[in-house]
């Protein structure tokens, strides 16, 4: 990758929740264009990895940077947490539609509010992004009339109206019937493709395989290993990590 500056850096953080220690000492980068994957157990703090990322949750000690701008720890950052804000789109398990809007509304709110944009700039970009994500002949309906797959695409083009430089997914797939799980990850694959750097908290081993530059594995808050995805996969070093691909991979 010609940018060798990281997008994302976490040095040493920590996070409690009271006295559950969440994450201990997490140090990472994320390169440009890079699509990492981060897998682990259920509250093993895959979700509030990321959720420190763009400053949904605070941090108690340790420095988060994220596109040169810099979280604080206890919520210390001031113009900085906008900023990564902006910069910034996630897509959540849960889709986080406005019920009221239109399809159509929802992708341009944001853009209009935030970035300031005419209505026609940001609807010649939201039915761009619809198209994108392959459906746009959905741009009217509300999101009650739409099947969940529909919906957490929806939400997809949302997050990419605001043209961030990094995407966060939050098991994106969990609440998605088995049958509309597909139709979101193709999305997700195309948007790789494209060279989107993209940090992705999932189950779906074998997407991981097909999209991941790197895969980390979080066991207790700790950062267990990280490697390319056929080398963790198929070659895990740690025990730790040995023991949770057994239990996953077995099905």
């Known amino acids: 990758m010609a940018d060798t500056q990281p997008i994302v850096r976490l040095d040493r953080v920590n996070k409690h929740f009271g006295q559950l220690h969440v994450l201990k000492d997490i140090v990472l980068e994320i390169q440009p264009g890079e699509v990492v994957v981060v897998i682990g157990a259920s509250g093993s703090g895959k979700s509030t990895l990321i959720r420190c990322i763009n400053g949904l949750e605070e941090f108690q000690a340790g420095h988060i940077e994220v596109d040169g701008n810099e979280l604080l720890p206890n919520g210390k950052s001031g113009r900085a947490l906008q900023r990564i804000r902006t910069e910034v789109g996630m897509v959540f398990q849960q889709f986080n539609l406005f019920p009221h809007l239109s399809v159509l ?57 605001m043209e961030p430089r990094l995407m966060l997914f939050d098991e994106p797939t969990s609440a998605l019937d088995p049958e509309m799980i597909g139709e979101v990850l193709d999305a997700m694959r195309e948007l790789a493709r494209e060279g989107m750097t993209m940090v992705i908290v999932t189950h779906e081993m074998g997407f991981a395989r097909e999209v991941a530059d790197r895969v980390v594995f979080i066991d207790r808050g700790e950062i267990v290993e990280q490697a390319a995805p056929d080398t963790l996969f198929d070659s895990p070093r740690h025990e730790r990590t040995q023991s949770f691909l057994s239990r996953v991979l077995k099905h």
Not at 110 to 120: F, L, Y
């Open 105 to 161: 509304d929802n992708v341009t709110l944001a853009p209009m509010k935030v970035r300031g944009w005419s209505r026609a700039d940001a609807t010649e970009t939201a039915y761009r992004l619809l198209e994108r994500v392959s459906i746009a002949d959905q741009a009217d309906k509300y999101p009650s009339q739409l099947s969940g797959g529909q919906q957490q695409r929806v939400a997809l083009a949302r997050a990419l109206a």
